[in-house]
């Protein structure tokens, strides 16, 4: 099956200052990476997205590339703030008939500092 | 508010125990999901269905887990006889039908937390 593999585990970054999250997969039919940010108490909550036919996409301080090549997909935080302190999953799926299983990598957090 | 809700938030049993819990999609999403996420890792996928069909389920689903959505709405999963190693928060999630070969966002509930004693 599939296997996502993310790092660092933990980050720590000044605020203002830029921060990069990167997962690799191991399945080459895998075609759709969400990115999720996980607040203390809550459910994981979709910040973007990115599908195989597309090498970037950006949404505002926050971007996401994808190496098919390399297996390897970021993200890409500009201008840290305070609020973005969280923990981050990245998760990979594949096109099937049935559902869009998510595998999801081990999480990182992420510490802005004031 | 119209997002994926969780009942129980917080759920505290004895070993050997059973407990049930509830999930509401959003509504009109045909696509309902169970993860379980252990402290410090990532979510991991219990079980799948579309509608009312369970149409996949992961081997960490074991014979002592059950989940069901009866009319096509709401999901129940049990637990039989609770285990300590069943301590976890059990998110839900649900997601509309996206067209063919287009994945749809999975949106996510608050999650419940299990801890066994």
């Known amino acids: 099956g599939e296997n996502v593999e993310q790092h660092p585990s933990t980050l720590s970054v000044q605020e203002g200052d830029s921060a990069v999250i990167k997962c690799t997969y191991s399945?080459?039919?895998?075609?759709?990476f969400p990115w999720y940010k996980q607040e203390l108490g809550k459910g994981p909550q979709l910040i973007i997205d990115?599908?195989?036919?597309?090498g970037e996409k950006k949404d505002q301080r926050i971007a996401v590339t994808l190496n098919k090549t390399a297996k390897h997909f970021s993200l890409h935080i500009t201008e840290t703030q305070p609020e973005d302190s969280a923990v981050y999953f990245c998760a990979a799926s594949k096109a099937r008939n049935a559902g869009n299983m998510l595998t999801f990598g081990g999480g990182t957090r992420l510490m802005v500092k004031p | 508010d119209t997002g994926v809700s969780q009942d129980p938030r917080h759920k505290i049993t004895k070993r050997g125990q059973n407990v049930t819990f509830r999930c509401d999609p959003i509504?009109?999403?045909?696509?309902l999901y169970w993860y379980r996420q252990t402290l410090g890792q990532g979510p991991e996928f219990l079980t799948y269905?579309?509608?009312?069909?369970?149409?996949?389920k992961s081997r960490l689903l074991s014979d002592r887990f059950s989940a069901e959505r009866p009319k096509g709405s709401f999901s129940t999963l049990e637990i039989q006889r609770t285990e300590q190693g069943d301590s976890a928060m059990y998110l839900c999630?649900?997601?509309?039908?996206?067209?063919?070969?287009?994945?749809?966002?999975?949106?996510f509930g608050p999650g419940t937390r299990l801890t066994v004693l």
């Open positions: 509504s009109e999403h045909n696509r």
């Open positions: 399945d080459s039919a895998s075609n759709y």
């Open positions: 269905f579309q509608n009312e069909a369970q149409l996949e």
């Open positions: 999630a649900s997601s509309p039908t996206g067209l063919a070969g287009v994945r749809s966002e999975q949106f």
């Open positions: 990115i599908r195989s036919n597309v």
